[in-house]
Structure formats: structure tokens, C-alpha cells
């Protein structure tokens, strides 16, 4: 009955896993078992109430040994007739089917070859390809160059460049909406991948405000704000906030941070924080200050930190309180600094591994940072104590004593001296000596960095009162506290270079810059040293590599421009002076030297473009005044000189010279009238000018006048008495005849100094009388050379003689050297 639905498998099946197993096998024939002396006396004894070995059901895995009514044991087979897996026939083990697999097969009973890895079949066919045409396929492919685009873009934007970053984040837009589009016609639309669309859009807004296209960023980010399938994009409201901030639009930028707050879960409490600052922030720019304290008191109730602290300092500040000051300056000092003590990082003992590590810990990056934080949080404190200092109590001393106290009490109890420095630098501020130098003498007694630092101060005072002696005591009282203090060792430099010693003054600098080569000061005082040693190499060396620190110093420009010039290379000295031009354009020194450098070189027309430059913007600056005039002069164009004359003459009023030039424009010119009262006026005011009364006389006597026998008679008068007074000189002299004619040929313009003109301004056109000659004739023998007055021309203008040439020659050599 059991057997009546079995099924034989056929036998040519040789590779059948289950073939055989519906042989029969007689052991389970149960038809006879009530028949079966040697079963029924099993179950009747203790034989049979045994525990069986294994499972009820058969293994196929191991054989067990069964009794039968003869008592003796068989090998027990599988069920419907399977030979058990370990069982030996025909002298082949059958091998487990589970392992078919691993190259067990039926013909391992019929003794063929082991054949595991199934090599005796031949190669296995071939993988099937992937169809590139297909739908599916084209839709992954153009998904991996979406993310390959914006990829791309965040690497350009790390790499900075801004332009090819957005680029490639619009393209992955337009990317990203063709694969949105052929996913809706291929399939249905929730297969469509909402992450890679909410990246695409957050790069490409982030680029656009990476390169200030504001609008465009903000309404980028509006597509991701609004769209409700994207559940984290309320958080972005804190982006399109920051972009109102920097667009000054602060009330917005607070609509959206409060937005951003709400939608932000209480869990992250970093994040919430930083948008509370924010809020603070566009607080204060719009000058709420109390709800700028409500938010940064906040913040310090919750997660004090460093930032809002000192912001919360600020408020108070404006608002005045002086209570809360004090209260908010505690809290500042009281924000935990996380950052370890700096023993940790000294060797304890010579244990050469522990110095291994703690050499390679020394300077990683993790101490940069701690090194970084602590300096941060110094510099705040530092700030919020100079700053709060003069308001909180009656004085600013009392201030920062109140301050140093609660500096002390805290674990930045080293800024306390720090804050000390500052006091005396105060005092120096407010030009109060006195208290300044009370207050560093305070700190002599200190540690030695302490020391150090008080004693460069007051060396430095000292130096400024010209008071060598002490500020030389004090500069080694500084390098001997600490020899590795650069400011110390500079200002030890300033004294000996102040005493002449330039050599050992340039040893303390070349010490300096050893300590600390960022040491600008002692770099430059080095090149100023040089210049004195006359080693223009050597100096300019040194304000070069100042240039590379320093690239908008005018100083070290000029300085620059000043070597190339003793070098005597004014191509390069113009160059340099051009670069100082650009960044002190309305200097009027630079603006002159430069037209002294191109007058030198022969290029008179840059010469006055530079001259008239320094002249606006300096029009007291006699040298530029004189060359002006004689360049107008010389261009024949006398009534512009007239007017830097005329102001000349108001600049120096007790000159003559100015006067008598400016009269003798006006006869250069042919106003022969106004020279005439020009000259009267002069007369008026230098009575005894011998040059002033020949005018006088020529001028009366060309245009006919009868005044001319007075001045006649007045320049008679002058002549006699300064006859008289060189006679007075020359007594008191060796009276040689060669002496005697430097002595007559010496002075002709009288006895006054205001009347003398300056030998290099003589020969120039209108500073002596054109038309006499150099003897002293009387004025009836004079011939004019340019005819009578009837024929002369009325422009007055004469030929150019080579006096004249060779007086605007010598015009430069008037400029300041």
C-alpha cells in the first residue's frame, strides 16, 4: 500500500540525483512484524525501550546499525530504498548529494575519475551580455553621470575655481531632468530617485552663491524649500538666510533663521545654536541690541562659547550697562577652553620611545588647533578687556584692575600681565609718561618673559625722549630677561645705531631675525644700517625681502627706489617710485622727486606733469614753485609764470627775490606798466635793492617819465652807501687786488641779505637787468640793444642767448637733493 503511488525513475537517467531511491527494501517490510519472534521480544524487554540513536526519521548523512529478529546488525539504509551516503558498495563510497556541487555525481559509484571542479565538462558558456540599448540600461548610465557631475562640481569648488564648479553643477541639472523624463515614459514615476534630484539642486545652489548670483541661489533653493517630497529642505532656510546677511538684508535673514529654528529638531543642539548666533548677529548689524542680548544670553545659558560671549560683551557695551558688562566678561572667562595643558607635550623622562611620541605630537595638527583655539580665545578676551576697561569704573585704571583681578582667578591667569602691558600702552596712548612708566617699573619683578617685555617698553620710552643712557639700560635688562625676545634685541640695535656704532647696531638686528625672521622692524632698521655703511647691495637685499613680507609698504618702496637712485640707476628708481605712486597717490615729496628723476633724464614734459601733481597737492613747496615758474619761462609763457611767483612771494615775504622775479615777468611780457608799479612797490618795501632802483630808472626812462631823476638820484645814494659798506668789510681783510675783485664782483643787489639773489637764480631771464651789462656805467650811456622804444616789438620778447640757455640748465640743481 505504501508503495502504490511510486514512480520509477528510468535507468538510463545515470545522472538522476535521486535515481534509486525506489528500490525496495525488504527491512521495511511491516507486513511480518507481528510474526517476528526477534521484534516481539524486543518490545517486551528492556531492548526496546531503549533510546533511540538518532531521529525517528532516517538521516541520509550516516547509517545506523539496526537489530532484527536474529539478532545480528545491518547497515540501514536511506528511505524508499536510498542507500545511506556512507555506505560502501561495490567497493565505491557514494558520495553525499548534498555536496553535488563540489563534482559528486553518480558516476563516482561506477568509478570514474574525481572531478570536483567539473573540468571534465569543458568551458562553461559563455556570460550573457548586457543589452546597452535597452531602456533600463541607458537610464543607469546617464544616473552615473548625474553623480559624476556633481562630483566634479564640489571638486572644482574645493580646487576654487567658482566658474567651472557651476558649470558642471548645471549641466547635472539638465542631466538630472532627462533622466527624470525617461524614467516617467519607461516607468512609473516612483521609481524616480528623489535623493539624487535633492543633490543636484542643493550643488547647484550652493555654487550659484559661491559665486555671488545671489538671486539665482535663492531660488534654487525655494525649489527645494517648497517641494514637499523633499522632507529634510526646511533645514536650507538657514542657506537662503546666510545669503540675505551678506546682502545686508538682515530683516529677512532673521525671518528665515527663525524658520530654520523651528524646523531644526531639538536633538541637534550644535546645529540650533549657531543658528541663534546668526540671529544675534543680524541683531546687532541692525542695532536691536536687546534682542541681541536676549539671544546670545541664550546661548550662554545653554552651550556657553567664545563667540557669543564676547558678542554679549559687545551688546552691553553699546547699551552702557556697566553691571552687565562685568557679569558678561565672567561668563567669557568662565567658557571651558578644551584644550590640554601644555606639560603634556614635555618629555618627563628618557623613556626613547615616549620622546619619539611626544616629538611627533608636538606640532600635528591637532596641537595647531588647540595652539589656534587658545590664541582665539586670548585675543577675545584681550579685546572685551581693552574695551570694557575705561567705562566700568570711575577710571580706566580702576577698569583694568577690576579686570586683571578676574583674570587672575580664571585659567588665563598669564593674560594678567598681558593685560598689565596694555595699562602702561594706554597711558602711552593718552601721552601720559609719567603713569606709563610707574606702571612697566611695576613689572620688572615679574617672570622673566614679564620682565622682558616691560623693560622693551620702557626702553622704547626712553628712546623716544632721546634719553640713550636709560633706554640702552633698559634694552639689555630686556635681552638679558630674554635673550630670544626680538624686540628687545631690535630696540638694543636702535641704541648703538643712535650712538654711530652701525656695525654692532647691524649684529643685534642680524640676532633679531634669527629668533624671529618675520621680525619686519628689525629687517628694516638692517637696511637702514647698511645704507649708513655705505653697502647699497647688502641693503637693498634686505628692504627686497621686506618687499615679499610687506607688499603694500610705501616705506619700503621708497627706500627701494632711494638705493637704485645712490646706484645710480634712475630707470629703476622712477619704476619703484611709480609703485609707491599707486598706493600713496596725493604724496607730494614722491610726486617731485619723480619729476626731478624724469627732469634729470631729459623728459621735460613727464618732469612737469609730476612737478604740477606735487604742486596741487602741496602749494607751499618753494623748490617745485621755482621750477614751475622757469619751466613757464622757458617756454616762453610768462604770465603763468607770474602766478607760482606771485605765490612765492606770499610764502616768503621777506625775500626780494620773488617780487623782482614777478616784475620781471610782467616786463617779458610787454606789460611794461604793471612792472613799472610792481617795481615801485618793491622800492616802497626794499628801499636800498640796487637792482629794483636800475629798473626803476630804465623803465622811467624808456617810457619817458619824470620821475626818473629821482630814483636816479636814489640809486646814486645806494650805490655810495654800498660802496661804503664793502669798504668797511674789505678793511677788516688782506687787501689783495685779486680779493678786492672777487669782493666787487660778489655782491651788486646792496647791502641787505634780503637783496642778494641766489648765484644760481642770477643769469636767470628777469632776476638781473636784461639789458645792461655787467659794468657799472652811468645810466646815460646805456644803449639798449633791442632799439629804440619806438621800434621795439610789443611781445617785449627777446632771442634766446646762451646765458639763457645755460641759467634754465642750472634749474634742476636748485631741487632738494
Known amino acids: 500500500k505504501m508503495m502504490q503511488n511510486v514512480h520509477l525513475a528510468p535507468e538510463e537517467d545515470e545522472d538522476d540525483l535521486y535515481s534509486g531511491y525506489n528500490d525496495y527494501n525488504p527491512i521495511f517490510d511491516i507486513e511480518d512484524l507481528e510474526n517476528d519472534t526477534g521484534f516481539q521480544q524486543a518490545v517486551r524487554t528492556s531492548h526496546g525501550r531503549r533510546p533511540p540513536v538518532t531521529a525517528k526519521i532516517p538521516s541520509t548523512s550516516a547509517s545506523r546499525p539496526l537489530g532484527t529478529a536474529f539478532g545480528s546488525r545491518a547497515t540501514l539504509t536511506s528511505s524508499m530504498g536510498r542507500p545511506t551516503t556512507g555506505a560502501i558498495q561495490d567497493g565505491v563510497s557514494r558520495p ?30 559563455p556570460l550573457e551580455m548586457k543589452n546597452p540599448d535597452s531602456s533600463e540600461e541607458k537610464i543607469k548610465q546617464l544616473e552615473k553621470k548625474v553623480n559624476e557631475l556633481v562630483e566634479e562640481s564640489c571638486i572644482a569648488n574645493s580646487c576654487g575655481d567658482l566658474k567651472l564648479a557651476l558649470e558642471k553643477a548645471k549641466e547635472a541639472g539638465r542631466k538630472e531632468r532627462a533622466l527624470v523624463r525617461q524614467r516617467v515614459q519607461t516607468s512609473t514615476p516612483n521609481n524616480i530617485n528623489i535623493d539624487l534630484t535633492y543633490s543636484v539642486l542643493l550643488n547647484l545652489a550652493s555654487q550659484y552663491a559661491a559665486n555671488e548670483m545671489y538671486a539665482e541661489a535663492l531660488n534654487t533653493y525655494q525649489v527645494i524649500v517648497k517641494n514637499k517630497m523633499f522632507s529634510n529642505g526646511g533645514i536650507l532656510k538657514v542657506n537662503m538666510g546666510n545669503i540675505y546677511l551678506k546682502q545686508q538684508n538682515y530683516s529677512k535673514a532673521i525671518k528665515f533663521y527663525r524658520m530654520a529654528l523651528d524646523q531644526v529638531p531639538s536633538v541637534y543642539k550644535e546645529m540650533r545654536i549657531n543658528i541663534m548666533q546668526n540671529i544675534g548677529v543680524a541683531f546687532i548689524e541692525t542695532g536691536r541690541y536687546i534682542d541681541a542680548i536676549h539671544s546670545f544670553e ?24 556697566r553691571e552687565q558688562m562685568k557679569k558678561a566678561f565672567q561668563k567669557l572667562i568662565a567658557v571651558p577652553l578644551e584644550v590640554d595643558d601644555d606639560d603634556k607635550y614635555i618629555s618627563t623622562n628618557d623613556d626613547p620611545h615616549t620622546n619619539l611620541l611626544i616629538e611627533a605630537i608636538k606640532n600635528d595638527s591637532l596641537r595647531q588647533m588647540e595652539r589656534e583655539r587658545k590664541s582665539k580665545a586670548e585675543e577675545y578676551i584681550m579685546t572685551a578687556a581693552k574695551l570694557i576697561a575705561p567705562v566700568i569704573e570711575t577710571s580706566f585704571a580702576a577698569g583694568y584692575d577690576w579686570c586683571v583681578e578676574v583674570v587672575k582667578a580664571s585659567h588665563y591667569v598669564e593674560l594678567a600681565n598681558d593685560l598689565e602691558i596694555n595699562k602702561a600702552t594706554t597711558y602711552l596712548r593718552q601721552k601720559d609718561f609719567k603713569q606709563a612708566l610707574e606702571t612697566l617699573k611695576m613689572l620688572e619683578k615679574k617672570d622673566s618673559r ?28 630686556a635681552v638679558n630677561s630674554d635673550r630670544y625676545n626680538p624686540a628687545a634685541l631690535t630696540n638694543k640695535g636702535n641704541t648703538v645705531f643712535a650712538n654711530g656704532d652701525y656695525e654692532k647696531a647691524a649684529e643685534f638686528y642680524k640676532e633679531a631675525l634669527r629668533n624671529d625672521s618675520s621680525c619686519t622692524e628689525a629687517l628694516y632698521n638692517l637696511g637702514l644700517t647698511y645704507k649708513k655703511l655705505n653697502r647699497l647691495d647688502e641693503a637693498l637685499d634686505c628692504f627686497l625681502k621686506l618687499h615679499a613680507i610687506l607688499r603694500n609698504s610705501a616705506e619700503v618702496l621708497y627706500q627701494i627706489a632711494n638705493i637704485y637712485e645712490m646706484m645710480e640707476d634712475p630707470n629703476q628708481a622712477i619704476e619703484w617710485l611709480m609703485q609707491m605712486i599707486s598706493i600713496v597717490p596725493t604724496d607730494p615729496k614722491i610726486l617731485a622727486k619723480l619729476g626731478k628723476l624724469y627732469d634729470n633724464e631729459g623728459d621735460k614734459s613727464q618732469a612737469f606733469h609730476y612737478y604740477y601733481e606735487s604742486y596741487r597737492y602741496f602749494p607751499s613747496n618753494i623748490e617745485v614753485i621755482e621750477w614751475l615758474g622757469a619751466y613757464y619761462i622757458d617756454t616762453q609763457s610768462c604770465e603763468k609764470a607770474i602766478e607760482y611767483f606771485e605765490r612765492a612771494e606770499l610764502i616768503l615775504p621777506t625775500q626780494v627775490k620773488w617780487p623782482l622775479m614777478v616784475a620781471s615777468c610782467y616786463r617779458r611780457s610787454g606789460n611794461y606798466q604793471k612792472a613799472l608799479e610792481k617795481y615801485k612797490v618793491i622800492h616802497r618795501k626794499f628801499p636800498e635793492n640796487v637792482e629794483c632802483l636800475r629798473f626803476l630808472v630804465r623803465l622811467c626812462t624808456d617810457m619817458g617819465l619824470k620821475e626818473v631823476q629821482e630814483y636816479v638820484t636814489k640809486l646814486k645814494k ?55 651789462s655787467s659794468s657799472s656805467k652811468e645810466i646815460a650811456a646805456y644803449i639798449d640793444p633791442l632799439g629804440p622804444q619806438a621800434e621795439r616789438p610789443k611781445t617785449a620778447a627777446r632771442k634766446r642767448t646762451e646765458e639763457d640757455v645755460f641759467a634754465d640748465e642750472e634749474l634742476g640743481d636748485l631741487l632738494p637733493e
Open 718 to 772: 645806494v650805490e655810495k652807501l654800498k660802496e661804503i659798506r664793502e669798504q668797511r668789510i674789505k678793511s677788516g681783510r688782506d687787501g689783495s687786488a685779486r680779493s678786492r675783485k672777487e669782493g666787487n664782483a660778489g655782491d651788486n643787489t646792496g647791502g641787505t641779505k634780503g637783496e642778494k639773489l641766489s648765484a644760481k637764480l642770477k643769469p636767470l631771464p628777469g632776476t638781473n637787468e636784461p639789458y645792461e
Open 298 to 321: 541664550h546661548i550662554m545659558s545653554m552651550s556657553p562659547n567664545l563667540k557669543a560671549g564676547y558678542n554679549l560683551i559687545l551688546c552691553y557695551f553699546a547699551t552702557g550697562d
Open 96 to 125: 553525499m548529494t548534498a555536496v553535488l556541487a563540489a563534482g559528486y555525481t553518480k558516476a563516482a559509484m561506477r568509478g570514474s575519475s574525481f572531478d570536483p571542479l567539473g573540468q571534465a565538462r569543458g568551458p562553461a558558456p
Open 450 to 477: 614679564v620682565k622682558s617685555a616691560a623693560a622693551t617698553n620702557l626702553s622704547f620710552l626712553y628712546y623716544l625722549e632721546n634719553d640713550l643712557a636709560q633706554a640702552s639700560k633698559y634694552a639689555d635688562l
